[in-house]
């Protein structure tokens, strides 16, 4: 039965058919990026461009060289001087080595160059999705953070693993041979000249259309990652409640949108190859036609033409590459651009300029204060109408009521999840929002329903709490949290690997970890949020043990649908709709006629 209503809970939380939007981007969000990518690589790029500029040099060489050849060197040896046409080979045998061996050091180079800046990327867009608010997180699901780790920078590694050695080849080469054809006869030279016209229109237009199809192929990427990574995670659920053949369909809807669009991107190319071979072999015709006439009235030499022929056609065959760059350009653009608004998003919990410092005090617990605390959420609904409370030092208060009624709202006001939307809530007299996020969770810590656990031993698990803390201590807080005995059973101790969300051992015992590891950080202020809601009651009992325990002598604030778990505490709160109806000692709520002893009864006697 557990397990069945675990899987209904669970089953809320997947996806619904229509995804979160897309995370908004500033402008000039991605330009900001780019340069800060590329910033400290200057000097390696700069070398990398000299190495590149050098390499096409030595390789545009060759057409006119076979020109000398011809109208040299080949006339030379007929009058039996042998030497022009050696030195013409020796030439171009030169100048092919060296654009060989000038290629293999920029692709070492800018390979370097791209797997530095890749290694940053990854890393910046890992540290800032730690570092954005828990309303981000709830807003965007985690497929959309995935995707931007990951196929997007897929998308930007393709553009600089290969793109921009493409569109560095077609920029120099059309300049390199664009001079060259204007110095070796102009009337040809600005014949061909005249075809980067209708060249230009045919990109521009391709660069429009392709751009759109591959932001809407960035986002259909994303929803794919999304109904992936969102069902394998609730995949309980999923079997529990027979989800398989709805989920298949609902990711047949996202896989094939993700296929058209990708499909669209290959008929955008498709049409822009096809135009610009078409008006590239046009053009070439007609040049050769042109220098045809020229060289039966004299006016040219049969190898200047020769030359011509083989740079034209060096001209225009890397419009196919600009092609392969310009598909990559785009889809780097649209992933460059999805990246850029996700680091661009500042968290809504900011830190202080000025951090302050809690005061020394003597003993364990805090004084929790909320001043005129109101809390709406974006949708404007509002959730926690405006109170004031006060939680003395030492002080375990247990929050109750319905679901929706605000329990956890406020204790995520409290762990500074959120901040309120008007009011101060203090620590000890000092706003929460002067804290740095180190200070204030040093003094407070969560300990949620769900426990969760890394994979990793449990050692590791524990010492969450204080990375610092020796073994012997991590054992400690074991042992007074009533842990030590089973962890010691396991197959390795406190060295077994727990797996994904510790799934090798109990929910139980998986509690029992997480209260260790609040024991072993030593937090001021403790909140339990549904710590024992999931337990059995041999289970619940152990965690009871605990948390008396771990609670001791610190500020709590317990929210709990078990009144069980309320018996522990010195204080309650009643809240319905957001508001604090009822205020006072177990017992003395008990013996009223209030919501709290309606409930107390209830579950008394559910107890016979």
């Known amino acids: 039965m557990t397990t069945t209503v675990e899987a209904a809970e669970d089953l809320e939380e997947l996806p619904h058919p229509a995804e979160d939007e897309d995370i908004p981007v500033p402008p000039g969000a991605a330009r900001t990026l780019l340069r800060e990518l590329l910033g400290p690589h200057r000097r ?159 990109i521009r237009s391709f660069r429009r259309r392709s751009l759109r199809v591959y932001r809407r192929s960035r986002t259909a990427v994303a929803a794919v990652i999304v109904r992936f990574t969102e069902t394998m995670n609730g995949i309980r659920p999923v079997q529990a409640f027979r989800r398989e053949a709805a989920n298949d369909e609902s990711f047949g809807v996202v896989n094939r949108q993700s296929a058209a669009a990708t499909a669209d991107g290959l008929l955008e190319m498709a049409r822009y190859v096809g135009l610009s071979r078409a008006t590239a072999n046009t053009w070439i015709t007609g040049v050769v036609v042109l220098g045809a006439f020229l060289v039966t009235d004299g006016s040219l030499e049969l190898g200047v033409l020769t030359a011509f022929v083989l740079y034209l056609r060096r001209l225009y065959d890397p419009i196919d590459q600009l092609a392969m760059f310009l598909n990559s350009y785009q889809s780097a653009a649209a992933a460059l651009e999805k990246m850029a608004g996700l680091l661009a998003h500042e968290p809504t919990v900011a830190e202080p300029a000025a951090p302050a410092e809690l005061p020394a005090t003597t003993i364990k617990g805090r004084e929790v204060a909320f001043h005129g605390v109101r809390f709406a959420y974006r949708t404007g609904k509002e959730v926690l109408p405006s109170f004031d409370l006060v939680l003395p030092a030492g002080q375990t208060t247990a929050v109750v009521g319905a679901t929706g009624a605000g329990k956890s709202t406020l204790a995520k006001l409290l762990a500074r999840f959120y901040d309120p939307t008007s009011g101060r809530l203090t620590l000890d007299g000092i706003d929460l929002r002067e804290l740095s996020t180190a200070e204030l969770r040093r003094g407070v810590v969560m300990v949620t329903q769900e426990s969760f656990l890394f994979s990793g031993t449990v050692a590791e698990n524990i010492a969450i709490g204080r990375p610092g803390a020796t073994r012997a201590e991590v054992e400690q807080a074991a042992r007074e949290i009533g842990a030590y005995e089973f962890i010691s059973e396991l197959p390795d101790g406190f060295d077994t690997d727990v797996r994904k969300r510790g799934g090798r051992i109990s929910a139980g015992q998986r509690q029992l970890v997480a209260f260790a590891r609040a024991l072993l950080a030593d937090p001021a202020v403790l909140i339990l949020d549904e710590a024992t809601s999931s337990l059995d009651v041999p289970g619940e009992q152990a965690v009871q043990r605990a948390m008396r325990t771990v609670l001791a002598g610190r500020t709590a604030v317990i929210i709990a649908h078990r009144l069980s778990t309320v018996e522990i505490a010195d204080r309650v709160l009643v809240m319905e709709q957001g508001r604090i109806v009822e205020d006072g000692t177990p017992a003395d709520l008990i013996s009223g006629q209030g919501h709290f002893a309606d409930l107390h009864q209830a579950w008394r006697d559910s107890l016979v």
Do not use: K
Not at 125 to 152: C, K, P, V
């Open 44 to 202: 390696r790029i700069a070398g990398a461009m000299l190495v590149i500029l050098v390499q096409q040099a030595a390789l545009q060489a060759g057409p006119l060289l076979v020109a000398v050849a011809m109208d040299r060197g080949i006339p030379a040896l007929r009058d039996h001087r042998s030497g022009p046409l050696i030195a013409v080979i020796a030439a171009y045998l030169g100048c092919a080595g060296v654009s060989t061996l000038l290629q293999r050091a920029f692709i070492r180079l800018s390979g370097r160059i791209n797997q530095d800046i890749l290694l940053d990327l990854r890393g910046r867009i890992f540290r800032h999705a730690q570092r954005l608010s828990l309303d981000f997180h709830e807003r965007y699901t985690s497929g959309r953070i995935i995707s931007r780790a990951t196929s997007d920078v897929d998308a930007l590694r393709e553009l600089l693993a290969e793109g921009l050695q493409e569109l560095l080849t077609v920029i120099l080469s059309v300049f390199y041979i664009t001079v060259v054809l204007l110095l070796m006869d102009w009337r040809l030279g600005l014949a061909a000249l005249v075809s980067f016209l209708p060249m230009y229109l045919i």
